[in-house]
């Protein structure tokens, strides 16, 4: 009868099982991080769509309101050089001002005293009469990286450029 010696049964792992399970972390680990950055690029791309249709909506009500407008108070004379604030008469026969506060660009209407937010992320607006009845604004909004900016000429109701 042969007998061998006792063998000691040790409790860790192998140099090649240790490999394998770093491997596996590693891969699973990739897996899962380029899943979350998809999430965060379709998350971010979401919210820059609805940032442009907020915008989308602020620009077509401008632009709803300046159409429909009596007068142009100010600027008040053609000129190259724009300003940061445009007063008209609405088709009430109401004065109204749109500008930037600190809060956005803002539509306020002087005779009701009532102020209209249109955009809160906007950071600057310039607007100039470039013809007797024609005017062009201008309305930029950034959103950390993102810049946006559009820019529309337009004549009031019942008046030709």
Same mark, same amino acid.
């Given at each position: 009868? &042969?007998?061998?010696?006792?063998?000691?049964?040790?409790?860790?792992?192998?140099?090649?099982?240790?490999?394998?399970?770093?491997?596996?972390?590693?891969?699973?680990?990739?897996?899962?991080? *380029? +899943?979350?950055?998809?999430? *965060?690029? +379709?998350?971010?791309?979401?919210? =820059?769509?609805?940032?442009?249709?907020?915008?989308?909506?602020?620009?077509?009500?401008?632009?709803?309101?300046?159409?429909?407008?009596?007068?142009?108070?100010?600027?008040?004379?053609?000129?190259?050089?724009?300003?940061?604030?445009?007063?008209?008469?609405? !088709?009430?026969?109401?004065?109204?001002?749109?500008?930037?506060?600190?809060?956005?660009?803002?539509?306020?209407?002087?005779?009701?005293?009532?102020?209209?937010?249109?955009?809160?992320?906007?950071?600057?607006?310039? !607007?100039?009469? &470039?013809?007797?009845?024609? &005017?062009?604004?201008?309305?930029?909004?950034?959103?950390?990286? !993102? =810049?946006?900016?559009?820019?529309?000429?337009?004549?009031?109701?019942?008046?030709?450029?």
């Amino acid at each position: 009868m &042969i007998h061998s010696a006792p063998h000691h049964l040790r409790g860790g792992f192998t140099l090649v099982e240790l490999i394998v399970v770093i491997g596996l972390f590693v891969l699973i680990s990739t897996f899962f991080l *380029r +899943g979350l950055q998809w999430v *965060r690029h +379709g998350a971010s791309t979401n919210e =820059k769509g609805m940032l442009l249709a907020r915008f989308k909506n602020a620009s077509v009500l401008l632009g709803r309101e300046l159409s429909c407008a009596a007068a142009f108070l100010y600027p008040n004379r053609v000129t190259q050089e724009s300003h940061p604030i445009l007063v008209f008469k609405n !088709a009430g026969n109401e004065v109204v001002a749109v500008f930037l506060a600190p809060s956005g660009l803002v539509m306020y209407n002087y005779n009701t005293d009532v102020v209209k937010p249109l955009f809160p992320l906007t950071t600057a607006f310039h !607007a100039r009469l &470039i013809q007797e009845n024609l &005017i062009e604004y201008e309305v930029m909004f950034q959103k950390d990286q !993102a =810049k946006f900016s559009f820019r529309n000429r337009l004549t009031p109701l019942n008046s030709l450029p």
